[in-house]
């Protein structure tokens, strides 16, 4: 048996050498890999950048079959499918960027054995297409990427992770391996429980990144301490905002400070976003100032610090973004930046992104009453709904109209049909004649142009409704690239001659039952992933305002072990100055004394004193930590334990006399 396995792992790290030029396998992929050879379910938690992918690629190579990854977004699995391609390696993706016949194409010749590896999303599974031909497609390995999705508790919680188990047996139950770079042990749990893997090894390994300094700076300054980390750190860096216009902000600041640097959000269209992203990669732009929809899927190994200029929404994914610092194994810098406003920041985004049961019913009203859908009616195709006037209409941000969207879908009052990044929406608002009449007046003869050729493309439904037209059909037809053709769009729309919603801006809708009267809503959902949001912003105040070791804190909330202190990390290394205390902090320090006394964790505490704001009573319990009144018990808890000294101090302490 000892052979076997030893003669296997040699087989496994020549594949490794020859297809990846790796001489060896990282912490716990080896493991991942000998599980699935021996046929068992698997949960693999891996650090970003600690070569996930690799644990289910492997594997494909030295095993008959189809190797099956279940994958959530679209550019991840296209970048990892011309990875293996580049690799001489059989693979292929099935996602919405495809036409129906390309799709039926990939799923006949995974069915003849032509992929050693195919990625689809997960809602994919519940097609006709898949059903169809599932016992047919050889699956040796169902590998589930991104498994956090499965649990409501993982940061990018997606409904459809939680019927892979049902695909499983379609299927004809074939081992399943399932991968996540950030899983607290809950999160682990949910995943197991949510896919259904039967006794599973799990594999947790390599939270810990020596490499990276991990440091919190509360500053009223935070453009000031940006420019001192990127002057004082050379590479390459990202920096995290919270929203898109913050990502702008942040990097024109930058370049008017003359670092090269480009803004990247979900905002951007599709070619924008590529052009940025390798102008970075290739090293064009020094800095890359985004939202979280920058960096899932990118591999660059010399990234040399992260900085999030905005409290993240959650431990999680503040690890998974600054862990694409220093994957080099060379050291990088993770920093925070804090103000005391930035928790209120993050709990409007909370109220934005989890709409009430009342505002969810408005959106579903709205969306019906734009598309004109009588109540009884039931639509005989997909609705447009125009994300913007629906906006206006109900008052609501597009975070919320969005997820009030999403909450209907995954309760079955309509299905949103796959969005196409080809494929934008076009309404006139002007007749033909009128159109033609306008061209004719124009003496720039390229626009006049444009416009004939775009009511030759269009079909003539446009003038009376929302019409999807595929922009490449429109490049072939007028010549242009999609950045003028958008641009020519964009000017005509501006005058009022038609309505243009670029790819991604529009929803469309396919109704399951005719309008509702009042549409029943889950409020106990709504209600309850409110909770979790607020929950896990609340892990991510208690690191920002935690006085013990960063590199500790993070490792104990994701359930290893770790040293009291790591010796790099700001808090470690005395990076803060001290408060100065004053004999008007005196009845302060003696309340957090006595609350630790009395058993209470610090968010039990209370203080109605002038002076004791979050970021004055981080100070204060800094200098009692550091002075020796105070021991941390438990970071994650946020407790603590009394020393004499701050025995001896409350049992002297008597109030000053009130100056009058």
Excluded at 71 to 88: E, F, K, N, T, W
Excluded at 92 to 118: C, H, K, M
């Amino acid at each position: 048996m000892r052979e076997e396995i030893e003669h296997r792992r040699a087989e496994a790290e020549a594949l490794l050498r020859r297809h990846w030029g790796y001489a060896g396998f990282r912490p716990g992929q080896w493991e991942a890999v000998a599980a699935v050879l021996a046929g068992e379910d698997a949960l693999t938690v891996l650090p970003t950048g600690g070569g996930k992918s690799l644990c289910y690629q492997l594997p494909a190579l030295m095993q008959e079959g189809l190797t099956l990854v279940i994958s959530p977004l679209i550019a991840l699995m296209q970048d990892q499918v011309a990875g293996l391609q580049a690799r001489g390696i059989p693979a292929a993706f099935i996602n919405s960027t495809l036409r129906p016949a390309e799709v039926e194409q990939r799923w006949t010749d995974a069915e003849f054995g032509r992929y050693r590896l195919l990625y689809v999303a997960p809602e994919r599974l519940q097609t006709e297409w898949f059903q169809a031909r599932a016992a047919r497609l050889g699956v040796t390995l169902l590998a589930v990427d991104e498994a956090h999705c499965v649990s409501e508790w993982g940061h990018h919680f997606r409904p459809a992770y939680r019927r892979i188990a049902e695909a499983r047996q379609a299927l004809g139950d074939p081992p399943m391996l399932a991968v996540t770079a950030t899983a607290t042990p809950q999160v682990r749990q949910d995943i197991v429980e949510g896919l259904g893997l039967r006794s599973p090894r799990v594999l947790v390994r390599g939270f810990d990144r020596p490499n990276v300094v991990w440091s919190i700076f509360r500053t009223d300054n935070k453009h000031a301490k940006l420019l001192d980390v990127v002057r004082g750190v050379p590479g390459s860096g990202i920096v995290y905002a919270a929203t898109r216009q913050g990502a702008e902000t942040w990097a024109d600041r930058l370049a008017q400070a003359g670092v090269t640097a480009a803004a990247y959000h979900g905002g951007l269209p599709a070619p924008d976003r590529k052009a940025i992203q390798e102008a970075w990669l290739s090293g064009a732009y020094r800095v890359v100032a985004a939202t979280n929809a920058f960096g899932m899927g990118i591999d660059k190994p010399d990234v040399r610090f992260v900085v999030h200029v905005d409290l993240p929404a959650s431990l999680e994914a503040y690890y998974q973004e600054a862990g694409r610092a220093g994957r080099d194994g060379e050291r990088a810098y993770a920093v925070l930046l804090v103000q005391e406003q930035d928790v209120h920041t993050q709990e409007v985004l909370i109220e934005e992104s989890h709409p009430s049961a009342a505002d969810v019913r408005r959106v579903y009203d709205t969306v019906c009453s734009l598309a004109q859908i009588a109540i009884g009616s039931l639509p005989d195709g997909p609705v447009q709904a125009d994300l913007d006037l629906v906006c206006q209409v109900t008052g609501f941000g597009p975070s919320k109209v969005r997820m009030a969207i999403e909450l209907l879908a995954r309760q079955g009052v309509w299905q949103r049909v796959p969005a196409r990044r080809h494929h934008g929406h076009i309404r006139f608002l002007q007749s033909a004649d009128a159109l033609r009449r306008y061209r004719a007046s124009l003496e720039n003869r390229a626009l006049a142009d444009f416009i004939d050729r775009l009511l030759r493309t269009v079909h003539a439904d446009a003038f009376a409704q929302w019409w999807e037209i595929d922009l490449r059909l429109l490049e072939r037809r007028t010549g242009l690239p999609r950045d003028r053709l958008q641009r020519g769009l964009a000017y005509l729309q501006e005058r009022h001659l038609l309505q243009w919603r670029p790819p991604g801006q529009a929803e469309q809708l396919l109704f399951a039952a005719p309008r509702a009267q009042r549409v029943p809503v889950d409020d106990l959902a709504v209600r309850r992933a409110r909770r979790q949001a607020e929950a896990r912003l609340q892990d991510m105040v208690r690191y920002a305002r935690s006085v013990t070791c960063r590199r500790q804190f993070l490792l104990a909330y994701f359930g290893e072990a770790a040293p009291a202190r790591c010796g790099a990390c700001d808090l470690c290394l005395g990076r803060h100055r001290p408060v100065v205390i004053t004999t008007a902090d005196e009845p302060v320090l003696r309340q957090v004394l006595q609350h630790v006394a009395d058993g209470l964790s610090r968010e039990a505490w209370s203080f109605p004193e002038a002076g004791s704001a979050a970021g004055r009573l981080d100070g204060l319990v800094d200098w009692l930590v550091q002075e020796g009144y105070l021991i941390p018990r438990s970071p994650l808890a946020g407790t603590f334990d009394l020393t004499d000294k701050a025995r001896g101090f409350l049992a002297r302490w008597t109030p000053r006399p009130e100056q009058g």
